[in-house]
């Protein structure tokens, strides 16, 4: 079974910095196109980032380029999210995606989430 | 960038309903388009992939439609589950995608 679980979310200050993970299992991890998904409170979702199996290819949306960093470590079967300078509008339950073997911008199996709050 | 533009952003139906929910890409994607299901407090579930590919496990009372700008989502036949928000996604500009606003089906 696909499992996606996601850590490192919390309560900041306007301008620090977090790092998101997401700890996979049950697929071959290092064989799969990943992302991240944000959702805003009330809004809807927001593709912010994604990297191909081999790191050689990443995509940022324009919100977060130059303020976000999206890596992965295939030995560690994981995925990370480096968030620097953090803006209120940064506040979000933040996904991480599996891409399809087909087509890695199709998203078939999602995370719960986790929640980062930025607050002064 | 493709901007991809749901519309309504919320529609209401009864049980028995047949239901069908529009998404419109800004430029031409082929068929390029998913289908997500989101219900509160859950992550989105994948239904519709390739425009109108049935993701494995989702009922056959969903069917996806359309390709280029236009496309549709369609419950056959509404179930008390299925009330839900619904986005569109494309999958076309490798790596940047986007999603639809959503749409909102509500018990009428």
């Known amino acids: 079974e696909v499992q996606l679980v996601e850590s490192g979310g919390g309560l900041l200050q306007p301008g620090r910095s977090l790092r998101l993970s997401c700890a996979a299992s049950g697929f071959t991890f290092s064989d799969y196109a990943m992302h991240w998904v944000r959702q805003a409170p009330g809004k809807g979702l927001e593709w912010v980032s994604g990297i191909s199996w081999n790191s050689n290819s990443v995509g940022y949306a324009d919100s977060v380029k130059g303020h976000f960093t999206i890596s992965r470590d295939n030995a560690k079967n994981s995925l990370y999210l480096q968030v620097n300078s953090l803006r209120t509008e940064d506040t979000a339950l933040y996904y991480c995606?599996?891409?399809?073997?087909?087509?890695?911008?199709?998203?078939?199996?999602w995370g719960q989430g986790t929640l980062v709050t930025v607050s002064s | 960038d493709i901007q991809m533009t749901q519309s309504p952003s919320s529609l209401s139906a009864s049980v028995g309903d047949r239901v069908t929910i529009p998404c419109r890409a800004s430029?031409?994607?082929?068929?390029?388009l998913n289908w997500y299901q989101q219900k509160p407090g859950k992550a989105p579930k994948l239904l519709i992939y390739a425009a109108s590919s049935l993701q494995s496990g989702v009922p056959s009372r969903f069917s996806g439609s359309g390709s280029g700008t236009d496309f549709t989502l369609t419950i056959s036949s509404l179930q008390p589950e299925d009330f839900a928000t619904y986005y569109c996604q494309q999958s076309y500009n490798t790596p940047r995608y986007s999603f639809g606003q959503g749409t909102k089906l509500a018990i009428k």
């Open positions: 995606t599996k891409g399809t073997m087909v087509r890695g911008g199709d998203f078939d199996h």
């Open positions: 430029q031409n994607i082929s068929n390029y």
